[in-house]
């Protein structure tokens, strides 16, 4: 455990940085699984939710949870699979 003030605060900082990021890392799985669910049970709104999951994921990219190539790729993926079930 840190004795300097600074580095104290440093530690509650992150304990709260990394929280946040596990929330926005969870919420962008769930989207993808459901997404992938959605094209492989060929559901009507699979289009609808693919956006939402390539939504999440910039999001997260954003915030800096995915680097951007990450992003990329998760993206083209879903795309990919999209099209291929279409």
């Keep these: ?3 300097i003030k600074s580095a104290k605060k ?3 900082v ?8 596990k929330t926005i ?3 962008l799985k769930t989207e993808i699984k459901r997404a ?7 559901e009507a ?8 999951a390539i939504k999440r994921i910039d999001q997260a990219a954003a915030k800096g949870v995915l680097h ?5 790729r998760k ?12």
């Design 10 to 12: 440093r530690v509650k």
């Design 45 to 52: 709104n699979k289009a609808e939710v693919v956006k939402a």
């Design 25 to 27: 890392n969870s919420r």
């Design 75 to 86: 993206k083209s993926a879903l795309d990919k699979k999209l099209n291929a079930g279409a």
């Design 14 to 21: 992150i304990a709260t940085k990394t929280l946040q990021n």
């Design 68 to 72: 951007k190539n990450t992003a990329s």
């Design 36 to 42: 992938n669910a959605a094209i492989e049970n060929n």
């Design 1 to 3: 455990m840190p004795n």
